[in-house]
């Protein structure tokens, strides 16, 4: 009893140590995502493509299964998703060369596709929003999640710039509450289009589950009054 209360007490000095809260990982932000919300998906769309396809790829995914999911023709998709270069049975390649790439950045971005599910949602939607000033690198910026990430903030103007605290807890420098707030839902939306891009076909399953209740619900009506019927003359 004393040998369990003692390494109880031991235990538990450390982890309330200082020096275990230093080597703990980041604590990550929960995410409720939607995919039914074809807003927020329509949203996180544009973000993507306006922000991330200059440098990843997400080539397992086409422009117009995208759009026939979020609920686009193929001329919106053209008209407001697309560079006018890609066709809509296109793939989401990406321009840039993947020499250039290595040169600039270091490292060659990696394909999105199914980035939701190496990294889970939480750890996306945390890492976007945990970029912060760093004057020792070379890109200015360090990202909280990812030390030393070889991306830089691209929504820098979205977000404005955040300064770490001594505490590794993160202040705005620019912005207000309000923008800050904005970037999150800005946030939500974009992971919510990973999300559904690392596993298209969860929405034709959350669509089809639907259908598939309602017709228990209906055949239940059929089947009860049928049960009734053939019991009737055993009773
Ligand atoms: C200017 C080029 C550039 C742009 C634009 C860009 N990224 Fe990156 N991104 C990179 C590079 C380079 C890396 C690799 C970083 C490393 O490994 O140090 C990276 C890494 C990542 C990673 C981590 C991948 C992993 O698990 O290793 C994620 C997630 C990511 N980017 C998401 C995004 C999203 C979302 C956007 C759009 C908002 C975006 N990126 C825009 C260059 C870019």
Redesign the pocket.
Same mark, same amino acid.
Do not use: E, K, Q, T
């Given at each position: 009893m004393k040998l369990t209360l003692g390494l109880l007490l031991s235990l538990t000095a450390f982890f309330a140590s200082p020096a275990y809260a230093a080597s703990s990982k980041v604590a990550l932000d929960n995410v409720e995502l939607d995919l039914s919300d074809k807003a927020s998906l329509q949203r996180g769309a544009k973000?993507?493509m306006n922000? +991330?396809l200059? +440098?990843?790829s997400a080539s397992y995914m086409r422009y117009n299964r995208m759009g026939k999911d979020l609920g686009l023709s193929d001329k919106q998709v053209k008209e407001s998703l697309m560079f006018a270069s890609d066709k809509v049975g296109d793939t989401m390649t990406v321009a840039m060369r993947p020499e250039d790439?290595k040169k600039w950045?270091g #490292?060659? $971005? $990696?394909d =999105?596709s199914v980035?939701s599910r190496?990294?889970g949602t939480d750890w *996306?939607y945390t890492? =976007?929003r945990s970029y912060y000033l760093d004057t020792d690198k070379p890109l200015g910026t360090n990202n909280l999640v990812?030390t030393? #990430?070889?991306? $830089?903030h #691209? *929504?820098w103007q979205e977000q404005g710039y955040l300064r770490k605290d001594s505490d590794n807890q993160l202040h705005a420098l620019t912005g207000d509450q309000e923008m800050a707030f904005e970037y999150s839902m800005m946030i939500r939306d *974009?992971v919510n289009f990973?999300a559904y891009i690392g596993e298209p076909s969860k929405i034709e399953r959350l669509a089809l589950g639907k259908w598939v209740l309602l017709y228990l619900v209906l055949f239940f009506f059929v089947a009860y009054p049928l049960k009734k019927a053939f019991w009737e003359d055993v009773h």
């Open positions: 973000i993507f922000y +991330c200059s +440098c990843h790439a950045f #490292v060659v $971005p $990696p =999105l980035i190496a990294r *996306l890492y =976007l990812f030393d #990430v070889g991306m $830089p #691209v *929504l *974009l990973m």
